[in-house]
């Protein structure tokens, strides 16, 4: 089924508000008596602070109170991870940390008091890479970073390592890739990149007295972020309330508490609501974009093409602190390789505190630089063999029954027919015009998650008095139909028209629980707690409201697969790049909002697209250079290619509704294709992202590629083919 085959889309219910203007966000909320908090932000990306001098700001117009670590609780911070101070502490750890806080009447006095404080410092050894961090005598980031509460860290590790793992026998494993038929030894990079949602991070808190604390916050997991403000202010966690706000976006980066713990603080210190808006070259600046990763593939396989070996070392750059991401470990979905039968495997995962910005989850957390790395050294490997990389990994696929290399078995594995799909829709259709002199190529690759398999959430339903129904739920529209879908399975479950139906979010008061918005679990999530609500619903004595709460399994181990073919061309002379075509196949089973479906996918390929070829914060010396959104560039309608979707139907989902996950599974198999594709257009190999055209002509300028100097067998686009079978 193609993306112009599906139904006609379902009223958003959060459409016309956002459309309109009529939503209001977190930086719209207005408190009588509010007062506006800015930050003194670090210029050093390591140094002992010497001196705050807080004189200027403190006489500043309209000043109601300058604060330093010595003023603001102890207690450190984190999702899972808590290293994270409220304000620097005796030294700073990145360019960007806040170090001293101002509260006024207004926000243009606040950050103008701000710009007055004096900090003066001592610089000490910085070390900005994974590689200086883990270098023998390297300065430490953090003194004893095995004694924070949720490290994973251990006392004796290695300066500057957050969490080593090791995932079955690397030696063995690299013996049995030597010894293969045909074998690859590559290394990838990936840079840091920023989730890109277009509210910035904000919060409103109203601290009313140790038993009474309102929050607003730009958040998609207020459960877990009231236990983590109450940690982190020493109160209980059932005194502070985060209300139901509008989301101006998340992909990941709304996780973490941010500035809610701080500006709780704030509120209570001034004994006055407080408001903290970042400004977005703050947001790009000093919250937690996506961690940059350098990623060792080796690959081997035997004559016929089946892989024998392979190992994945991935070390992660961590930034400053490591509390921004829901597990002290990280993003070890790096060194996933779920898609494919591999008898020996081994992998190592590292994660390092540098003196750089902090790094957090987004979309796939660790997938996409993974699988950019692991689907390219396929084609490599398919290229040192002399194979098809289409043949490559159809050989080598899992079946259902397959254990996968982390030893899961899912319900069922659809790569081949997904994979069958994707070629299908490509040979149905002509390649898009390529410009005059340009080279053509297309790419392919792949990649499979699996559905969340427990539910965290809860419901309640309230008899309306049209004979209808009204839904609360306490998990944040994030700006992915959820409500609407909500709505959808609740009146499809009790037989009722959907104008009967109304859902509104909650605060966190009003429902016992909700793990948060993220790990494509919430509607697979929301499947399980509607069918349990149904049934409590039809077995309740009086006409009373309903109330269900889950936090359990939800069945077997359900996966799904992408397969992405790109199709680009590139102008020789240059280096040019234009991705002219994406197509998209999905492993579905049922679907219960195609519109918002629909859009989950464009919006994955999308974020990968700009993964693969535009986006990159330009750190260096600890300095991220691309601090406005005209040096930080984003996709634009008018850069992102055509796309083509095609859904491959007849999987088996999640509950009642049947449902799989996609909104974390088209961003990763994006730039491994995209590689693919200039490999098969120009016969170079670009490893480190983005794309760019620099980097294309230096690549072709060594291997004598350039206009007037033709690689051998390169242009002729038919890399990843998929034209020959077993």
Known sequence: MSRSDTAAPLPRLDAADKASGKARYVADLSLPGMLYAAVARSTEPHARITRIGTQAARAADGVFGVFTAADVSQNLYGRSLADCPLLAREKVRFTGERVAAVVAATRAQAEAAAALVEIDYEPLDAVTTPEEALAAGAPAVHEEPWAYAGARARQGDTANVIYHHVHGPLDEVQAAVAAAAWSVDRVYQTKSVHQGYLEPQACVADYRGADSVRIWLTNKAPYRIREMIARCLGIAASAITLEPVTLGGDFGGKGSAQDAPLCAELSRLTGRPVKLVLRYSEDLTSTNPRHPAEIRVQLGCDHAGRIVAASVRAVLNAGAYGGFTPSGT???????????????????????????????????????????????????????????????????????????????????????????????????????????????????????????????????????????????????????????????????????????????????????????????????????????????????????????????????????????????????????????????????????????????????????????????????????????????????????????????????????????????????????????????????????????????????RRAGGTADNEVPGAGNGQAGSGDSGE
């Open 330 to 700: 990280g993003p070890q979905h790096a060194t996933e390789v779920p898609s494919y039968r591999i008898p020996a495997f081994a992998s190592e995962f590292t994660r390092v505190y540098t003196n750089t910005v902090p790094r957090g989850n987004m979309r796939a957390p660790g997938a996409p630089q993974g699988i950019f790395a692991f689907e390219s050294a396929i084609d490599e490997l398919a290229a040192r063999a002399g194979l098809d990389p289409v043949l490559l990994r159809r050989r080598n696929l899992l079946t259902t029954g397959d254990r996968d290399t982390a030893g899961q078995t899912w319900l069922e594995h659809r790569g081949t027919e997904t994979l069958d799909a994707a070629l299908a829709a490509l040979s149905a259709a002509a390649p898009p015009p390529v410009p005059s002199g340009w080279r053509y190529g297309r790419g392919l690759s792949l990649y499979s998650r699996g559905t969340a398999n427990r539910v965290s959430t809860s419901v309640r339903l309230t008899p309306a008095g049209d004979g209808g129904v009204r839904v609360e739920t306490p998990i944040i529209e994030t700006g992915t139909g959820s409500h609407t879908a909500l709505r959808q399975m609740i009146a499809s479950q009790l037989a009722l028209p959907l104008e009967q139906v109304s859902v509104a979010g909650v605060a966190t008061d009003r429902l016992p629980r909700d793990a948060g918005a993220g790990g494509s679990r919430v509607t697979a999530g929301l499947a399980a707690v509607v069918d349990a609500a149904a049934k409590a619903w039809g077995n309740r004595v009086r006409d009373e409201p309903v109330v269900v709460e889950l936090d359990q399994a939800i069945g077997p181990d359900v996966g799904s697969y992408v397969v992405q073919v790109a199709q680009v061309a590139v102008d020789p002379a240059t280096g040019e790049l234009r991705v002219l075509e994406i197509l998209t196949a999905a492993d579905v089973a049922a679907v219960v909002n195609p519109a918002a479906f629909q859009m989950q996918i464009d919006g994955g390929v999308a974020m990968g697209f700009g993964f693969a070829c535009l986006e990159d914060l330009e750190e260096a010396d600890g300095q991220v250079w691309s601090g406005n959104l005209g040096d930080y560039k984003l996709p634009t309608a008018r850069d992102v290619p055509r796309y083509r979707t095609v859904l491959v139907p007849g999987g088996t989902g999640v509950g009642t509704a049947n449902v799989k996950s996609i909104g974390e599974s088209t961003t990763p198999p994006v730039a491994p294709a995209i590689a693919g594709a200039v490999f098969a257009a120009t016969g170079c190999r670009v490893r480190e992202l983005p794309i760019t055209a620099e980097k294309i002509y230096s690549a072709m």
